[in-house]
């Protein structure tokens, strides 16, 4: 069992996500950093859908009331065991008694944690994932606090393990996104789609889960009709009514109605989710072959590991 002495800026339990009632309006959630999560998974033998904690910008402070092996992968917070540094990205052992403190993010925004057996709360619609807008999953629903103490599975075989270099997540202050035009593309002014690719964006402060809102060149649409709400899709651009664009991400509802621009594609959505409010995005336009091909390239590097 691990228990919260100290539950961070927003930490959450979060896991492969639920995939199968967005017909019913239930967004995936699950983890914003699939990359990172996968990872922080096979470095304790976990299976590839385990719950984690997800923790952003500032971490948590854990006790552990059994000795076990943790994984730590995305952002790095300063983490230390028994106030000694730890390494990233490698199988850690920890002691019973011992206490994992993180401090705020130096580079990134999201850090996963992986626990031996993996975090053993209730499932909810098929999965253990935090949406703390219905509460719905992890504990109770909402974001850890103080005081909460929350079992582990039960212990697999255990391996130590290091994730190779070219895994790890590189984190920039500015990044450039690939996207696909989306069907809706045509509903906004030439000059609008020009700015889109051309100039900079900074993820504003009111950006969260459900989605980052950009602050930056307003887009313009030519034609005005109402839009019949429609599906979205984890990294759908939306531009609402003032002309600034919003990504919409894990916790974002599942149809929507404002025009949609663009989409990012797969491969960059867990870049995107190390970004954080201050930082700036760009967008780059690439073919749907393009997308699937830089898909395929990411899913076979990482089988290769996995």
């Known amino acids: 069992m691990i228990e919260i002495l100290k539950p961070g800026f927003l930490s959450l339990v979060q896991d492969a996500g639920r995939k199968a009632y967005m017909d019913c309006g239930v967004p995936v959630s699950g983890a914003m950093d699939s990359d990172s999560y996968l990872l922080a998974n096979w470095l304790v ?9 997800e923790v ?10 059994r000795e076990t092996c943790i994984g730590i992968t995305g952002a790095a917070m ?13 199988t850690i052992k920890v002691s019973k008694g011992s206490v994992l403190k993180f401090g705020s993010v130096k580079t990134g925004c999201r850090t996963y944690i992986s626990f031996e057996g993996g975090l053993n709360v209730s499932k909810e619609l098929g999965s253990r994932s935090t949406y703390v807008y219905a509460k719905l999953g992890g504990v109770k629903g909402r974001a850890l606090q103080k005081g909460d103490c929350i079992p582990l599975g039960k212990t697999t075989l255990r391996k130590f393990r290091k994730v190779p270099l070219e895994y790890h997540q590189t984190v920039s202050s500015i990044i450039v996104l690939r996207v696909l035009p989306s069907i809706e593309h045509t509903h906004f002014e030439k000059e609008s789609i020009a700015k889109f690719y051309s100039t900079e964006y900074t993820i504003g402060s009111q950006s969260n889960r459900m989605g980052y809102r950009l602050e930056g060149a307003r887009l313009a649409i030519n034609d005005h009709k109402e839009l019949v709400s429609s599906g979205i899709v984890q990294g759908t651009i939306q531009i609402p ?12 509802q599942t149809t929507g109605g404002y025009p949609r621009i663009a989409n990012v594609i797969a491969a960059d959505l867990s870049l995107l989710a190390q970004q954080k409010p201050g930082d700036r995005v760009r967008f780059r336009k690439v073919s749907l072959e393009e997308a699937h091909h830089l898909n395929l390239i990411k899913t076979e590097k990482f089988a290769a590991l996995l």
């Open 45 to 53: 033998g976990n299976s590839l859908d385990a719950a984690v904690l």
């Open 56 to 65: 952003t910008l500032i971490g948590p402070q854990i006790l552990f009331t």
């Open 78 to 90: 300063n983490a230390t065991i028994d106030n000694k540094p730890v390494t990233m990205y490698e």
């Open 241 to 252: 009514s003032n002309g600034q664009p919003i990504i919409l991400l894990s916790d974002a």
